[in-house]
């Protein structure tokens, strides 16, 4: 069938085989480009690796260290006459490539939340590598399932305490508006932090403790990101804020449990980028716009292969990694430099619907956006047909 972008508010519904092998081709360029990462990872656990960050981090960990991944995801195989999602897509373009290289990959796709899961990677670690050295915990969802309880949690995207009105840009129509957002109500903190705090970050390296899965020195990293003032009241000091605090607390208890194998959890704040899971975000997709204009300006844009290859090649296997006064490594830094941020936020200030393409890069973020779902890559026919109902190589 011929795909084409069919877009509903934040989300794309369709996703283009040929175009997300692309985007994965060049993300592996990138890394391949800057040489070998020295005394990286070799053996590795990616915990939401078919999307942003967590593809980003297993392609610099396969392409930059040699590292063997594996992979965990939930995402949606096509059919004949219906797309599959991105994460599909990217992961058997990953699997192809990562053979083609005489690289181990594996991939399993199911609720990495679930106790079943975690034993089938785990019992499959065993079986293949024996153990790993790092894991990386990229896991984004609206909702979890307790394992232990049954119960269903669903995360909310609210400020604390008051009513919340900002500008935003409503990436459909690319009008500079108003938004206003409802405060937290009832356990909607309790709720979020279920989803999005870090028990189940906890609950699979307590699982892989135990099963003897985690080699000496081995390293753990989950992500989180902090911004400017202008996004706190929704981030940092809102619902999600309070479930990356959670994250921060059991960065604490991990080191202490990891610290008999001489291990070490992280988390890592990392820069602002358009993601699915950021473009469900009121007000942050206008500041990643205003953001894009300033660093691309300034000739210091990355984007997600860029931050996970510095993550691992400067920071994780570097003599320092040079976290900040509360223990956390920043890749953040060029974005939240004095320079940069002074720009945005006069920008901020004075952005309107008319001067949108003045101040801020919105053709760079539709262009980024679409590009997450294999749509806008040079060297792709999008008017041929393409096989929708591609396999991943290691579920087929």
């Not at 909607?188 to 985690?214: F, R």
């Not at 749509?375 to 290691?394: I, K, Q, R």
Request: with cysteine; glycine share 8%; hydrophobic share 40%.
């Amino acid at each position: 069938m011929i795909v084409s972008p069919k877009i509903r508010g934040f989300i794309c519904t369709t996703a283009h085989p040929e175009g997300c092998a692309k985007h994965v081709e060049e993300q592996i360029s990138v890394v391949e480009g800057r040489g070998e990462i020295v005394g990286g990872p070799k053996k590795v656990l990616v915990i939401g690796s078919s999307t942003g960050y967590g593809l980003s981090s297993r392609i610099a960990a396969a392409f930059g260290a040699k590292a063997a991944t594996v992979g965990v995801f939930f995402e949606r195989p096509g059919a004949e006459a219906k797309s599959a999602t991105a994460g599909w897509y990217n992961t058997v373009a990953f699997e192809r490539e990562a053979k083609a290289a005489g690289l181990y990959a594996r991939s399993f796709n199911g609720d990495a939340f679930s106790d079943e899961v975690k034993q089938e990677v785990i019992a499959a670690i065993k079986e293949d590598l024996g153990q790993v050295d790092l894991v990386v915990y990229s896991l984004a969802s609206p909702r979890r399932t307790d394992p232990k309880t049954g119960d269903v949690y669903k995360s909310v995207l609210k400020p604390i305490g008051e009513t919340y009105t900002n500008k935003t840009l409503n990436t459909t129509t690319g009008s500079v508006d108003e938004v206003t957002i409802p405060p937290a109500e009832g356990d909607d903190v309790e709720q979020t932090t279920n989803v999005m705090g870090g028990e189940d970050w906890e609950m699979w390296i307590d699982a892989m403790l135990q099963a003897g899965v985690l080699a000496e020195d081995a390293q753990t990293v989950a992500y989180s990101y902090i911004g400017p003032e202008v996004t706190w009241p929704i981030y940092k000091n809102g619902t999600i804020g309070k479930a990356k605090e959670d994250v921060e607390r059991a960065q604490v208890a991990l080191d202490a449990k990891l610290a008999p194998i001489s291990g070490k959890a992280w988390v890592s704040v990392n820069k602002a980028l358009v993601t699915q899971a950021s473009s469900a975000i009121p007000v942050v997709p206008l500041y990643i716009s205003l953001l894009y204009k300033a660093m691309k300006d300034a000739g210091s844009h990355e984007d997600t292969i860029e931050q996970m290859d510095r993550l691992l090649r400067e920071r994780l296997y570097n003599s320092d990694p040079l976290p900040d006064e509360a223990g956390r490594i920043r890749i953040d830094d060029w974005e939240m430099s004095p320079e940069i941020q002074s720009i945005v936020a006069k920008r901020w200030e004075q952005v309107t619907t008319e001067n949108l393409a003045e101040f801020a890069d919105f053709k760079g973020y539709q262009a980024a956006f679409l590009r997450l779902f294999g749509f806008g890559l040079d060297g792709v026919d999008y008017a041929a047909e393409t096989d929708t109902s591609v396999g991943v190589p290691s579920l087929s």
